[in-house]
C-alpha cells in the first residue's frame, strides 16, 4: 500500500466541496480524518458515497463533529499535518437570525483554529470562502481581486438567507485571517466562484442546479446572470491542494478559471445539448445588472493552471445529474 502524506482534516465531509476534496485528498496520497454529523433528524446517515471512495477503506475515517460544540472537531484534527475547514451551514430558508448563524461560524472556526494551534502538528490551515464575501457590494470596482471585501452592511439588506449566509461567510474568513496573523498561523483562504461540474455527494449541490437553470426551468436564477464566472469542481479541490502543499502561500486567493456571457451561454448550451428542453432566453436576464472580472492572478502565480473548461463542467455535471436522477 502506498504510504500515506500524513493525516489531514476536511470539515463538512458530507458537502458538496469537501466531498470531492476528500476524494481528491485520498487520490493524492492523504489520509483524511472527514467531520460530519452522523445523526441528521434523528436517523444515521448513509455515508456510502465516502467510504466507497476509492482508498477510503485504508486512509479515511469519519468521526462526528457538530458546529454546535467547537471542541468536538478536536479529536479529528489531533495528529494531522492540515486542516481543510470547509463546512458551513446553509440557511438559505431563513429560519435562524443573521446574528445568530454569523456568531456561530465565526465561533466555531476560532474553536477550530485554537485546537490547530494545540495540536503542535498542523502545519497550515485552508479555509474555504465564497465569492459571496468579496462581491456583495453596491458598487464593485472593475476588477475584483483579494482586496476587495464585502460590504456586510448592505449585504444585510438582502433577502434574509442570502443574508445570512454572504454576511456569515464574510464575517468567518476576516476572523480566520485575523486569528491566524494574530497567532502566528499559517493559514491561507481559497475563494471559489460558481463551482459547476461533478459530484460524489448524493444530493445536487446549488451551484449546479443553479448552472444547469435553462435545462431546470429556474427562471429566477437568470435575472444575475449578464456574465457568470464558474470554476470545475476538480479545479476547486485542486486549488485547495495545491496552496496547501505551497511553500510560500498566504491569505486569500480568488479561484475562477471561466467567465461566460449570458448570450454566447444560451448559444453553447442550445448547440451542445439539443435533447434538452430549454428555458427561452428571452427577457430572463436583466441588462442592468452590472459585472466585474474576477482575477485568479495571485493563484495563477503561485504555479497553480485550471485543467478545465466550460464543455467539461457541463458534461460532467449532466453526466453526474443523469446518473443520479435528477435529469
Known amino acids: 500500500m502506498e504510504e500515506s502524506k500524513g493525516i489531514v482534516c476536511v470539515t463538512g465531509g458530507t458537502g ?106 498542523v502545519k497550515r490551515v485552508v479555509y474555504t470562502s465564497s465569492l459571496s464575501a468579496v462581491a456583495t457590494r453596491e458598487k464593485l470596482p472593475q476588477v475584483l481581486d483579494e482586496d476587495v471585501w464585502t460590504d456586510v452592511d448592505f449585504a444585510a439588506k438582502l433577502e434574509l438567507g442570502f443574508a445570512s449566509y454572504t454576511v456569515s461567510k464574510t464575517a468567518t474568513e476576516r476572523a480566520a485571517l485575523e486569528f491566524a496573523e494574530k497567532h502566528g498561523m499559517e493559514l491561507v483562504t481559497v475563494v471559489p466562484c460558481w463551482i459547476h461540474g461533478p459530484f460524489v455527494c448524493p444530493v445536487l449541490p446549488g451551484s449546479v442546479w443553479s448552472s444547469l437553470a435553462l435545462f431546470l426551468g429556474n427562471e429566477k436564477q437568470f435575472k444575475y446572470n449578464k456574465i457568470t464566472p464558474m470554476v470545475h469542481t476538480d479545479d476547486v479541490a485542486r486549488a485547495h491542494i495545491h496552496l496547501f502543499e505551497h511553500p510560500g502561500a498566504k491569505g486569500r486567493y480568488l479561484c475562477s478559471s471561466v467567465e461566460v456571457k449570458y448570450e454566447y451561454l444560451c448559444e453553447f448550451l442550445g448547440r451542445r445539448y439539443p435533447q434538452f428542453q430549454m428555458l427561452s432566453p428571452e427577457s430572463l436576464c436583466d441588462p442592468e445588472i452590472p459585472f466585474t472580472t474576477i482575477s485568479s492572478k495571485k493563484l495563477l502565480e503561485t504555479g497553480f493552471s485550471y485543467k478545465y473548461g466550460l464543455e ?14 435528477f435529469l
Request: aromatic share 8%; net charge negative.
Open 312 to 325: 467539461e463542467m457541463y458534461d460532467e455535471a449532466i453526466a453526474c445529474c443523469k446518473t443520479k436522477g
Open 16 to 121: 458538496f466541496v469537501a466531498s470531492w476534496l476528500i476524494k481528491s485528498l485520498l487520490q493524492h496520497g492523504y489520509s483524511v480524518n472527514a467531520t460530519v454529523r452522523t445523526q441528521l433528524s434523528g436517523e444515521k446517515r448513509d455515508l456510502s458515497f465516502l467510504t466507497s471512495l476509492p482508498n477510503a477503506r485504508e486512509r479515511l475515517h469519519i468521526i462526528n463533529a457538530d458546529f454546535e460544540n467547537p471542541d468536538s472537531f478536536r479529536a479529528a484534527i489531533e495528529g494531522c499535518v492540515g486542516v481543510f475547514h470547509v463546512a458551513h451551514p446553509i440557511n438559505f430558508q431563513g429560519q435562524e437570525s443573521v446574528e445568530s448563524i454569523t456568531q456561530k461560524c465565526v465561533e466555531a472556526t476560532l474553536g477550530i483554529l485554537r485546537a490547530c494551534l494545540d495540536s503542535k502538528t
